[in-house]
Nanobody, 125 residues
Framework: QVQLVESGGGLVQAGGSLRLSCAASGRTFSSYYMGWFLQAPGKEREFVAQIRWNGGRTYFADSVKGRFTISIDNAKNTVYLQMNSLKPEDTAVYYC??????????????????WGQGTQVTVSS
């Protein structure tokens, strides 16, 4: 079965960087879009970034555009979220997700079929 396992979260000072990893297994993901979402306490899950597994097409939330990048290492079956210039408002649990769609991505969390367990990112001021 599909399994997504996030890692790389932690505590970082404002202006610093983290790289989150999402190890994907259980299926061939060539017809998927992969996404990263965040959820702060008491808030709804919010779109961060997405990438088409085949083709590398990417899209970012306005709040992270220019600061975050998303990429895939096919050899490792791993999706990365590189987070630079971090701000305290980036503090949240970050989730990796998979959307079984070959052509169209989505910013709506409800459209994603598979989710990881999340990894905590805390940015201090």
């Amino acid at each position: 079965q599909v399994q997504l396992v996030e890692s790389g979260g932690g505590l970082v000072q404002a202006g610093g960087s983290l790289r989150l990893s999402c190890a994907a297994s259980g299926r061939t993901f060539s017809s998927y879009y992969m996404g990263w979402f965040l959820q702060a306490p008491g808030k709804e899950r919010e779109f961060v970034a997405q990438i088409r597994w085949n083709g590398g097409r990417t899209y970012f939330a306005d709040s992270v555009k220019g600061r975050f990048t998303i990429s895939i290492d096919n050899a490792k079956n791993t999706v990365y979220l590189q987070m630079n210039s971090l701000k305290p408002e980036d503090t949240a649990v970050y989730y990796c997700a998979a959307l079984p769609s070959p052509l169209y991505g989505s910013t709506w969390a409800g459209s994603y079929a598979h989710w990881g367990q999340g990894t905590q990112v805390t940015v201090s001021s």
